[in-house]
């Protein structure tokens, strides 16, 4: 509700929807290749590997999934003692999965709220309209799917436009936070949708989204849109085009404004089609 006050100018947020700066001022950013640092890392973990007492780093963690299983011992001590024996982080987490299994955590978006704050608006009716036009047409609504990918677990943005989106009218399918690019490109095309769009506040999309978009093809949706939205710095949108996103919304965007470009580059692909 508040997200509407604020794309609406009732709730006044300085910079965003009122005195907003005339010239937008460069901010200095520090560049990390991320591709770079996993290949790093990667090394790391392989070096470790190859020194370590492979038989007693394995013992350690059998005796984590024994303890899992038997619900017997102290899982905090076992894993201390893997991780002296050299065994990863992953590796420890692991001996609990195979046992327990890993939790998957899900967005959740709420419906009605954000409709509510645009009742009686013209502007959002001519939307939602606009989309009962295009649904009649194509025989069914626009459908989008809002994905997290990665480490990023900032997912509020993800939330907001999940429930803005489907109160408009789209019909939205949200992804569980922490997927993989292979993962979001396969639900995406078991889902049939339109749209996908990203959410990232983590500095992970130059690395992540060009991923989606190979994964994309290699599953047979070359044909699905790409957008991003969240905390990009606008020096990158030049590259995410270039890689394949239709559109890129930064920090402040309108919602009613971008649902309707988004509307607009699925009707046209949709026409191309």
């Known amino acids: 509700r508040r997200q509407a006050r604020i794309d609406r100018g009732e709730d006044v947020v300085v910079g965003v929807n009122k005195y907003q700066p ?21 090394m790391r973990l392989s070096d470790i590997r190859a020194s370590r007492d492979e038989a007693a780093c394995r013992a350690a963690l059998d005796a984590i999934t024994a303890a899992a299983e038997s619900g017997n011992g102290n899982l905090l001590a076992l894993s201390v003692e893997a991780m002296r024996a050299r065994a ?18 899900a967005i959740q978006s709420v419906s009605g709220v954000y409709a509510s704050a645009y009742e009686g608006d013209a502007g959002f009716e001519k939307i939602r309209t606009d989309i009962a036009r295009f649904a009649e047409a194509e025989g069914r609504r626009p459908r989008m799917l809002v994905c997290k990918m990665g480490q990023d677990g900032h997912d509020r ?60 093809k290699a599953e047979g949706g070359g044909d699905i849109l790409v957008v991003c939205g969240g905390v990009i710095p606008v020096r990158d949108y030049g590259f995410l085009k270039e890689a394949g996103v239709a559109a890129v919304y930064g920090p402040g ?18 026409l191309a089609a």
């Open 157 to 216: 943005g993800a939330k907001v436009i999940a429930t803005a989106f489907a109160d408009i009218g789209f019909d939205v399918d949200v992804g569980a936070l922490f997927q993989t690019p292979a993962e979001a490109a396969r639900q995406a095309v078991e889902n049939d949708v339109h749209v996908v769009g990203i959410s990232t506040q983590a500095a992970g999309h130059r690395t992540l989204v060009p991923e989606l978009i190979a994964a994309l």
């Open 253 to 270: 965007t309108n919602i009613p404004a971008a649902a309707a470009e988004i509307l607009g580059l699925v009707r046209g692909a949709a």
């Open 22 to 42: 005339t010239e937008e001022s460069e901010v200095e950013i520090l560049d990390i290749d991320n591709a770079r640092v996993r290949e790093m890392q990667t």
């Open 88 to 105: 990863t982080v992953g590796e420890v987490s692991d001996a609990m999965e195979a046992v327990w299994g890993r939790h998957r955590a």
